[in-house]
């Protein structure tokens, strides 16, 4: 799994001009891409390393602070451009495979006592965010 990590002041999530959802911060907005042998294993490590990653104010963690999460599948995350003009997608799990594993993380956040708000697992999405530093961080699990 693949997560790009950012800290947020605000974020939110439309899809058809409706906000599907949205997090008030300091929090993180985190995009996770899933590939193909990726487990539901590999899910709750990410959920527990978000969780508790220390990039907030003060070195906090979302545990710390109770910070919410706003989380949105990307699969582009697995986009390889290394040759030609235009990307391929074969490194990105298909929607039956990525799904319930984004859905997993989703899960074990919440069972953490995190606040998620999501995307729409495959719709047309518009982020936005406000991101506090800059600050992003890649992940990978």
Request: net charge negative; with cysteine.
């Amino acid at each position: 799994m693949r997560a790009v990590v950012q800290r947020v002041t605000e974020a939110s999530v439309a899809v058809d001009g409706e906000t599907v959802g949205s997090i008030l911060g300091p929090g993180l907005c985190v995009l996770v891409g899933v590939t193909h042998d990726d487990t539901p294993e590999q899910a709750a490590q990410l959920a527990r390393k978000l969780w508790s990653l220390r990039v907030l104010e003060g070195e906090k963690s979302c545990s710390d602070l109770g910070a919410p999460l706003l989380v949105v599948s990307q699969f582009t995350l697995y986009g390889d451009a290394r040759k030609g003009r235009r990307p391929t997608w074969n490194g990105a799990a298909p929607g039956p495979v990525a799904e319930p594993l984004v859905d997993e993380v989703v899960a074990r956040l919440r069972a953490l006592g995190a606040t998620v708000a999501t995307g729409r697992f495959g719709a047309d999405m518009k982020v936005s965010l406000v991101n506090d530093g800059p600050f992003t961080v890649l992940l990978e699990i």
